[in-house]
């Protein structure tokens, strides 16, 4: 392999990226195993930009899927969502109009980070909120738990995530009490822990001299932002409305921190 992009291969699909419908994930695991396959490649500039080729071919057939599968449930926010198909199918088509015009690790290296970060984030946030739109009060609290796809190989990281994920549950398990009670001192719980262990994340990038550790932080305190406004709405929200936004808010913000950008942290350690 080219001495060049070591390092930088695509992420290899991984079931934690699931969004629970069968089609729809082999589809992205298919996209992933297409694009994994220019490192195999790397030497080969015709190849290459074959393999890039077939990529577009590709995900334009996944996404006017998805987009067949949101207007047969009448996902409400189907119009932004293709736009966003849109804009990825534009990189693409970016990447390939300038592929035989750059040096062509240039071209791999902005095809990676196109489907390591946008495509995976979006499958981990957009393509998330199309399920979670679809599915019973009853199936989103059965699915919502700790699973040990999540886990990263650091103890404390993991233990602290999961607990997280205990207090979230915590919180959906009223055991006949004051239901009003017991959701506020268990999301006060919940923002509190939050709060230690992002601090003892950012302690342990410090530790390793993590380079990206200014970025992250910045991504703590949205999330502690987008907590802090949730908690400020608890007294507004049906009981219905308050279980969907908590489980929203941890199975796709939360969730998509951990396998994107709390992954980076295991990946630069080992590395």
């Not at 006060?188 to 990206?212: G, N, Q, S, T």
Request: with cysteine; net charge negative.
């Amino acid at each position: 392999m080219n001495a060049k992009l070591v390092g930088c291969a695509v992420t290899a699909w991984d079931d934690a990226y699931a969004i629970g419908h069968e089609k729809i994930d082999s589809e992205h695991k298919r996209l992933f195993d297409i694009a994994a396959e220019i490192y195999e490649h790397s030497n080969d500039s015709e190849k290459i930009i074959k393999i890039v080729k077939e990529l577009v071919l590709y995900t334009k057939f996944h996404f006017k899927n998805e987009e067949d599968f949101m207007k047969s449930i009448n996902f409400i926010d189907l119009d932004n969502h293709k736009k966003l198909h849109k804009k990825v199918i534009d990189e693409l088509n970016i990447i390939i109009k300038n592929i035989n015009s750059q040096p062509i690790e240039e071209s791999v290296v902005k095809l990676n980070t196109l489907v390591n970060k946008n495509i995976l984030q979006h499958i981990l946030i957009e393509d998330k909120k199309v399920h979670h739109a679809i599915r019973t009060r009853d199936e989103l609290k059965e699915n919502f738990k700790w699973k040990i796809d999540y886990k990263l190989g650091n103890e404390l990281l993991d233990d602290e995530h999961q607990q997280l994920f205990d207090i979230a549950e915590n919180a959906l398990n009223y055991n006949n009490t004051d239901i009003k009670s017991h959701i506020k001192i268990t999301i006060c719980e919940l923002y509190d822990y939050m709060r230690v262990h992002f601090e003892d994340e950012e302690k342990y990038m410090e530790e390793i001299a993590y380079p990206e550790l200014e970025e992250h932080k910045i991504l703590h305190e949205s999330i502690i932002h987008q907590m802090n406004d949730f908690v400020k709405q608890l007294s507004t929200l049906s009981i219905i409305e308050f279980e969907k936004k908590l489980i929203e808010y941890m199975d796709i913000w939360l969730i998509n921190h951990i396998l994107y950008e709390d992954r980076k942290i295991i990946k630069f350690v080992k590395e």
